[in-house]
């Protein structure tokens, strides 16, 4: 089965930017979606098919995807970006949606 | 607004049965595909099953960790998702979510909303 492989924590203090990435063979061919989730709360698609954006989301999300790494790009991190981030595909050989085991971002 | 909201998770013994619900507003809920994912305790996110359209069986794909125990159905008379889940075991314990699919780029599995969840919790 297809595996997405994140780095479980970054830490970086605010203003900062961070690149959060999402492993996997070949995901460059596949679409990436993102999620953020804050403690206790659902989470919150951030970023979709690789680098769209929903509305209401801030331009300081940003995403790309090549080769073997999607990245979700934070800029000018502010203490409210701090939770956790999912990165997802649609795995078309097992018929299977598939996440990554998240990345918890800390701002200090 | 789109609104989800889950209901029907308890405590159950293993071995036993629960139907969650998930009642949807703010959309035409019979043109979406809708789907669960779970969360266990201090866990990451999992998808466990997604319903198309109407009705149950070939109306619906389901993770490997559930198939055969769980079934996903809805009632689009109702606006209402439904995840009858039986044979339950400890490690499904977890909060499930219902989210709306959203299709872009040719594919359908972006979930572009989620409820709050409800907690599941399986042991003796």
């Known amino acids: 089965s297809y595996v997405l492989t994140q780095p479980p924590s970054v830490s970086l203090a605010p203003g900062q930017t961070t690149s959060l990435t999402c492993g996997g063979n070949n995901i460059g061919s596949k679409y990436v979606h993102w999620y953020q989730q804050k403690p206790g709360q659902a989470p919150v698609l951030v970023v979709y098919t690789n680098s769209d954006r929903p509305s209401g989301v801030p331009e300081r999300f940003s995403g790309s995807n090549s080769g073997n790494t999607a990245t979700l790009t934070i800029s000018r991190v502010e203490a409210g970006d701090e939770a956790d981030y999912y990165c997802q595909v649609w795995d078309t050989d097992s018929g299977h949606v598939v996440f990554g085991g998240g990345t918890k971002l800390t701002v200090l | 607004e789109v609104q989800l909201s889950e209901s029907g998770g308890g405590l159950v013994q293993p071995g036993g049965s629960l139907r969650l619900s998930c009642e949807a507003s703010g959309f035409m809920f019979a043109n979406y595909a809708m789907s669960w994912v779970r969360q266990a305790p201090g866990k990451g996110l999992e998808w466990v099953s997604v319903?198309?359209?109407?009705?149950?069986?070939?109306?619906?794909l389901y993770a490997d960790s559930v198939k055969g125990r769980f079934t996903v159905s809805r009632d689009n008379s109702k606006n209402t998702l439904y995840l009858q889940m039986d044979r339950l075991r400890a490690e499904d314990t977890a909060i499930y979510y219902c989210a709306k699919n959203h299709c872009s780029g040719g594919t359908c599995y972006i979930f572009d909303n989620w409820g709050q969840g409800t907690l599941v919790t399986v042991s003796s």
């Open positions: 319903g198309f359209g109407s009705g149950t069986s070939s109306s619906a």
